[in-house]
């Protein structure tokens, strides 16, 4: 009980004077956001050296990483960081000739700018940089551990026949996880993608069940394409859409119309979900998250009330869809 205690110390002195010497240093126009991603960094960096001391305790050769050492990521204007796989190995491979070590426990969620400020990989973040250090390392297989036995065919509350599934590509979890499917952050998918590492989702409370392999479909030599066991793996939908529709003969033809409407509603931030325009070019319909569709309207409307004036638009609506509306 003395040493766990005496340890715990240890972490609340180091992170007393991490933090003076973070204030001290950082730039005072990233004080506010780097601050942040310092301080809840911190919960990975005590655990990693938790466990780690812990793994020793039981006479295992281990070390903990510092991730903000080794991975680096570049922030991107849409609260995301791309990853600099390029340097990141470069810091990798400088880390593990300084700390040879059979066992490693890597923090996850956090990592460094390339000016070696402190940051996280914001949502899902801890999925995301397992991803990362499995490309990075060429790993024979990710597995991410949750709560749940795996993914379903379809949302078993709403669907009562919906069945767990044993593999899914990587395309068809990056579809259902943007669908609202409990797989995966899209973008964790990414990094092993580059490189056909597996994925394995398995529920850390029921050891009995085998989980789900996300992987790259097997290929048929003979015929050379992708073998589909199934033409549909699943269902997915996404609640509180609304759908938009421009319509208009004087739209057919016309040059740069897509670009306008399209334009108007990235000026206010909206995320368009989904795009359908008629053959005859006459009209476009596309569906935004139902809390965006008020902003939506007013900038199209803006934005065309010349060409509404004139009928050149002869129609603008915005629906809501129902709560269970599936996209």
Request: proline share 5%; net charge negative; charged share 20%.
């Amino acid at each position: 009980m003395f040493q766990v205690r005496n340890y715990v110390s240890e972490l609340s002195y180091e992170f007393i004077r991490s933090t003076y010497n973070f204030l001290s240093n950082v730039d005072s126009g990233h004080a506010t956001e780097s601050f942040t991603d310092f301080v809840v960094g911190h919960g990975e960096l005590w655990s990693a050296q938790m466990l780690a001391a812990v793994v020793r305790k039981n006479g295992i050769d281990c070390k903990w990483m510092d991730t903000r050492e080794v991975l680096i990521v570049n922030p991107t204007s849409s609260n995301q960081v791309d990853p600099d796989f390029s340097e990141s190995e470069k810091r990798l491979e400088k880390w593990f000739s300084q700390s040879p070590s059979n066992t490693i426990i890597a923090t996850g969620f956090i990592a460094s700018t390339p000016d070696n400020i402190p940051t996280t990989l914001k949502r899902d973040g801890s999925d995301f940089s397992a991803a990362i250090m499995g490309a990075l390392l060429r790993a024979h297989q990710v597995t991410i551990w949750t709560d749940v036995d795996g993914v379903y065919s379809a949302d078993p509350r709403k669907v009562s026949e919906a069945v767990i599934l044993r593999t899914l590509s990587y395309q068809e979890a990056w579809e259902m996880s943007y669908f609202g499917a409990n797989v995966l952050h899209p973008r964790t998918i990414i990094p092993v993608m580059r490189y056909d590492i597996p994925i394995v989702i398995r529920n850390i409370f029921n050891l009995s069940v085998p989980g789900i392999m996300i992987c790259r479909p097997p290929v048929d030599e003979n015929e050379d394409e992708q073998i589909i066991d199934s033409p549909v793996k699943g269902f997915a939908t996404i609640d509180n859409l609304a759908l938009v529709n421009v319509e208009g003969t004087g739209m057919a033809g016309v040059p740069g119309t897509a670009n306008a409407i399209f334009g108007a509603v990235k000026d206010v931030g909206a995320n368009v979900i989904m795009i359908s325009q008629a053959s005859s070019e006459h009209s476009v319909c596309f569906a935004v998250p139902e809390k965006e569709v008020k902003a939506v309207a007013e900038a199209l409307e803006s934005k065309f009330r010349e060409a509404l004036n004139a009928g050149r638009l002869s129609q603008f609506s915005a629906s809501i869809l129902s709560q269970d509306k599936s996209s």
